[in-house]
């Protein structure tokens, strides 16, 4: 089933073979193809890269629906404010059109061959409806429809609810339907048809209720058991045995059993083929990376089957991650880890001598929180016998030193703070100098370690102010310096959550779904510690920056909330800290130095991205004013006169590497002004000393903000123009899509010079957003108000 949808990477390895023999691709012959110059300016521009890296012509099946998936992104930009009358429709279409394609599938021959199964509909055709129905379901989730449930008690109720809830209802029904129909689809035997079922099918159970669809999940098993029968090499699939895994034990339970059933009964046959072994314990680590839970109950058996099977690397890499996917869950669940498991593991890491293998190994160490094995694969192997320069040498001695800190931390709890700190000085030293030599970015990775060791620091300072509570049995009256630490500790909690919101908002769209949980994670244990301090510490009275770090990063980022950390900061909130407010100061501080290390005990997991050094590109922007009541001047960019609005053009192009490097799908591009007071308007005859004029009245003072402050008050939002060919600030030729929003002022009060300052975000299907970086070049524009 080979066609133009087939992954680039996928399709490249096998572009020498396909030339020897040569065959192109070629799966639309039933249509006339037409050139590419004629369609490009209507389709979406990531077809055209995909078409000029698989060098091919391009297919209008796959041209028409990233037309579709264009319109409904642009039209409803995100879920908290999409058209609901449009998102029905289409969802009302689309569900008819999957189901006749589905009917033509199913009206072929069962004996006919993949490639004419392909034809009949072309199978561009029904992966294209997939990826536009995939794109809809972003805007179908609603608050009403996560918490809508169809069984209720008496007929009451039932009555009620479905006068209220008709629309909804079936909305329900038809999303249902347009599921079913995905789901016979996963038999086919063409990999991009599987490979848009399953991104389809991933946020359809992600979002829906769970007791609703288990039937569906059954239906689903039953699909992947025959297409495991058939080929390991499951790959498209991983999107729906990940989710399916996360939210159903059960399902996670069965596949987990039929996998290593399967592996138990043929790990004896001299036929079975390494790419077997290597895709049956592959699918067994992304259901254990997923839910350990339903892994663990055979590890026992995977521990059997390692010691009487001969593993190539690859099987013994994957066999490792089972492990510790296995061991951050005993050690989350239970404190303790069994050292049968831990020994076995480093039996298996023996048995690998491929650097870039035990290199992704202790990445995955890292992101388990496994901060033991990944010390021990950088200490033993990694850093003696894996280092080829100077670079890789400091990178690994960096990543050692931070699994030092994390390990001494998980071990001996707050005990330890001062040695995890100096090893993290070590680390931010080390990495500045590899900054240095290497000459790539390294922002994200500096802050977060500043972050984390901020987060240290004042855990330690936490740490005296218990031991001090504990030994006075006091809280401290008002106005005295232990009140004031107290309080000030809050704030210092809440700020630095504010901090992780603005390094997500920094660097949000180029990482990873599981780097962006992670700083929301740490996000919430700030959050977590400044909240709990308010309540324990003499009830300090809640700080202004509790409600400010909330809003920076909004009610959409609320973490990973099935991580276990969540779980254990909600359960200690009722029913240890929301208990003891009445208590003595004594015991209060002895709790909040039990929460300080049960939460040392339970590490954080490590971002993903923290591996790659990855920088967005930076745009050009330009400003200019668009009201006839404001104009150029010498002294200023534009002016305007007092007490008129105006309106301002803030215009630029987004570059085609901006959508290559970004993980979120968007298409909006949304702006924040702020205003800073410059001076005053200098005439003939002033006199030079201007220190009174430099005064400014009550009303310019409201409007003025400190230069790092952007007024979020109100926001200006844009949809991206069709990739194409455009001429940028500095006459450069750039492919990319322009954007251009107009941002309107409130009248200025004062004369005076103002500087104003455009901050732009990318707004992904969500409604989350991440900021755009601006060119160096760009210093804001001088306002001369008069």
């Keep these: 089933g080979e066609n133009c949808r087939r992954n680039v990477k996928r399709a490249k390895t096998k572009m020498k073979k396909q030339f020897i023999q040569q065959r192109f691709y070629d799966p639309c012959n039933d249509i006339a193809i037409p050139s590419p110059s004629s369609v ?91 990826d536009a129905s995939t794109a809809l379901f972003h805007f179908l989730i609603s608050p009403s429809s996560l918490n809508l449930e169809l069984t209720v008690e008496n007929e009451g109720d039932r009555e009620e609810h479905n006068c ?63 297409q495991i029968t058939k080929s390991w090499d499951i790959f498209p699939c991983y999107d729906i045995i990940a989710i399916l895994s996360r939210i159903s034990v059960s399902f996670a339970s069965s596949i987990t059993a039929s996998l290593i059933g399967t592996l138990d009964a043929t790990h004896n046959k001299q036929t079975c083929k390494d790419q077997t072994k290597v895709g049956a314990l592959k699918l067994i680590a992304l259901v254990a990376q997923s839910q350990p839970k339903a892994v663990c109950k055979y590890i026992d058996i995977l521990i059997k089957v390692s010691k009487t099977t001969n593993f190539d690397e690859q099987s013994y890499s994957q066999l490792c991650a089972i492990f510790c996917s296995c061991r951050c869950y005993l050690l989350l669940l239970h404190g303790i880890c069994s050292s049968i498991h831990r020994r076995q593991t480093d039996e298996v890491i023996q048995s690998i001598s491929s650097g870039w293998l035990l290199f992704k190994l202790m990445k995955h160490a890292f992101c388990t929180t496994n901060f033991d094995i990944a010390q021990d694969i950088l200490g033993k192997q990694l850093l003696r016998t894996m280092s080829s320069s100077s670079k890789s040498y400091l990178w690994y001695t960096i990543l050692s030193k931070i699994a030092q800190a994390e390990l001494a931390l998980s071990e001996g709890g707050s005990t330890y703070i001062p040695g995890a700190l100096s090893s993290l000085d070590s680390a931010i030293n080390i990495l500045q100098s590899l900054a240095a030599l290497a000459s790539c970015s390294i922002m994200f990775q500096y802050e977060l370690l500043c972050q984390r060791k901020d987060f240290l620091s004042l855990c330690l300072s936490l740490r005296g102010m218990c031991a001090e509570m504990k030994l006075t049995n006091l809280e401290g009256d008002h106005h005295t310096r232990t009140r004031k630490h107290q309080s000030n500790l809050a704030d210092c909690f809440f700020l630095l959550a504010s901090n992780y919101a603005k390094l997500n908002k920094k660097y949000g769209a180029i990482q990873c779904r599981q780097t962006r949980a992670s700083i929301r994670t740490m996000y919430s244990v700030c959050r977590f510690m400044g909240s709990a301090i308010q309540q324990i510490f003499c009830e300090a009275s809640k700080s202004p920056h509790s409600k400010f770090c909330s809003d920076q990063m909004g009610q959409v980022l609320k973490g990973n909330t099935g991580n276990i950390l969540y779980k254990l900061m909600s359960k200690l909130n009722k029913e240890l800290i929301e208990r003891i407010a009445d208590s003595t100061p004594k015991f209060r501080a002895e709790a909040m130095s039990e929460i300080m290390e049960v939460l040392f005990k339970f590490p954080m997991p490590f971002p993903r991205g923290f591996f790659s050094f990855k920088s967005l590109p930076k745009i050009q922007i330009e400003i200019n004013a668009s009201d006839e009541r404001s104009n150029q001047s010498e002294s200023s960019d534009v002016e305007v006169q007092v007490g008129s609005p105006f309106v301002l053009v803030a215009s630029g192009i987004l570059p085609e590497q901006f959508f290559k490097k970004s993980h979120i799908s968007f298409s909006q591009i949304v702006a924040y002004r702020s205003f800073t007071y410059d001076g005053p308007v200098m005439r003939d005859g002033d006199n030079e000393d201007t220190s009174n004029n430099a005064t400014i009245d009550e009303s310019c003072q409201e409007l003025s903000v400190p230069n790092d402050a952007i007024e979020r008050d109100e926001e200006f939002p844009s949809e991206l123009l069709p990739a194409y060919n455009h001429i940028d600030v500095k006459g450069m030729p750039v492919m990319g899509s322009k954007f251009s929003i107009p941002v309107s002022c409130e009248p200025l009060l004062q004369e005076g010079y103002y500087y104003l300052e455009v901050s732009l975000f990318v707004r992904d299907l969500c409604g989350e957003e991440y900021l755009i970086p601006i060119d160096d070049d760009y210093e804001g524009i001088m306002i001369l108000c008069k």
Excluded at 190 to 212: K, Q
Aim: glycine share 4%; net charge neutral; proline share 3%.
């Design 40 to 130: 490009s300016a209507m389709i979406y521009h990531q077809q055209k890269i995909r078409c000029h890296e698989l060098d091919k012509p391009l297919c209008v099946h796959c041209a028409i629906g990233d037309i579709l998936r264009d319109l409904i992104l642009r039209y409803n930009g995100a879920r908290h404010y999409a058209d609901i009358a449009f998102t029905s429709q289409a969802l009302a279409e689309l569900t008819a059109a999957v189901a006749t394609m589905l009917g033509l599938v199913q009206k072929s021959s069962p004996n006919a061959e993949p490639n004419n199964i392909s034809r009949l509909p072309t199978s561009c055709v029904i992966a294209s409806l997939l």
């Design 164 to 226: 209220l809830d008709e629309g909804q209802l079936l909305e329900i029904g038809m999303k249902d339907a347009l599921i079913q129909c995905s789901i016979q689809l996963l038999y086919s035997p063409n990999y991009c048809i599987v490979s848009s079922v399953s991104s389809f099918l991933a946020i359809g159970f992600a979002y829906s209720d769970r007791n609703r669809l288990q039937h569906l999940i059954a239906q689903v098993f039953q699909s992947l058991e025959k």
